[in-house]
């Protein structure tokens, strides 16, 4: 398995969409969870592509194609779960919050999500604390996952908990992103905290009961 797992991560870092669509479904048909594919595969390599990026050794260009083949073979995954609504574990509302404009990383976190069983509704990138609210509602949500890269950022995940809790609602909340820590959790009344995407999986599993 070890040697599909590498070419699946080689399709994200060489930002070949079809390769990566092909490994995904051969991946499948020898009997490999679609989780397990994502995690151990295109995952890494996106991860790899994250890292390039920020060092300066990959640009835009390359990052936006990388993104295309990873959607690709999420796509291909995705549909090996259709139509079991009861593998179905939960809704998550997720976005990068108002003023910051990074992506890769919250890319990651659907990816695992979604190979974990769970529906993602992405809001994007720089998005305001009302419409995590507005999306909550309208999708039904059981958690409201924020992202944010920039210290000058992290205020807002506490104005979206605010509107939370001033309007008497019960979505989880569960905020990330490199300035983001435990503490910084607990200050501002998160339900959780993730490190990574993995741990983002597994605190989400937690608050729900999964």
Request: glycine share 10%; aromatic share 4%; with cysteine.
């Given at each position: 398995?070890?040697?599909?797992y590498?070419?699946?991560?080689q399709?994200?870092v ?11 479904t051969r ?8 989780g397990?594919?994502?995690?151990n595969g ?28 990873m959607?690709?073979a999420?796509?291909?995954t ?12 939960g ?10 404009v ?8 659907i ?27 309208a999708?039904?949500?059981d ?7 920039l ?9 979206v ?16 992103g490199?300035?983001?820590t ?7 009344g998160?339900?959780?905290y993730?490190?990574?995407a993995?741990?983002g999986?597994?605190k ?5 009961g999964?």
């Amino acid at each position: 398995m070890a040697d599909i797992y590498e070419e699946a991560a080689q399709a994200i870092v060489t930002s070949d969409r079809a390769a990566a669509e092909e490994v995904a479904t051969r991946a499948l048909a020898q009997g490999i969870a679609p989780g397990d594919i994502m995690a151990n595969g295109f995952v890494k390599g996106i991860q790899e592509v994250g890292e390039l990026f920020e060092s300066g050794e990959l640009f835009l260009p390359e990052l936006m194609m990388s993104a295309d083949a990873m959607a690709g073979a999420t796509e291909v995954t995705n549909a090996a779960l259709e139509g079991e609504a009861a593998a179905v574990k939960g809704r998550i509302v997720l976005g990068t919050v108002q003023g910051d404009v990074h992506d890769i990383g919250k890319a990651i976190v659907i990816a695992y999500l979604k190979a974990n069983g769970y529906e993602v509704s992405d809001l994007g990138r720089d998005v305001p604390a009302a419409s995590f609210i507005e999306r909550a509602k309208a999708e039904n949500a059981d958690v409201i996952g924020m992202s944010a890269l920039l210290t000058t950022t992290m205020e807002e995940q506490r104005k979206v908990i605010k509107t939370i809790k001033a309007e008497g609602l019960s979505y989880k909340t569960v905020v990330g992103g490199a300035p983001c820590t435990q503490r910084w959790a607990d200050q501002i009344g998160a339900d959780a905290y993730a490190e990574d995407a993995s741990d983002g999986v597994k605190k989400i599993d937690a608050l729900l009961g999964k």
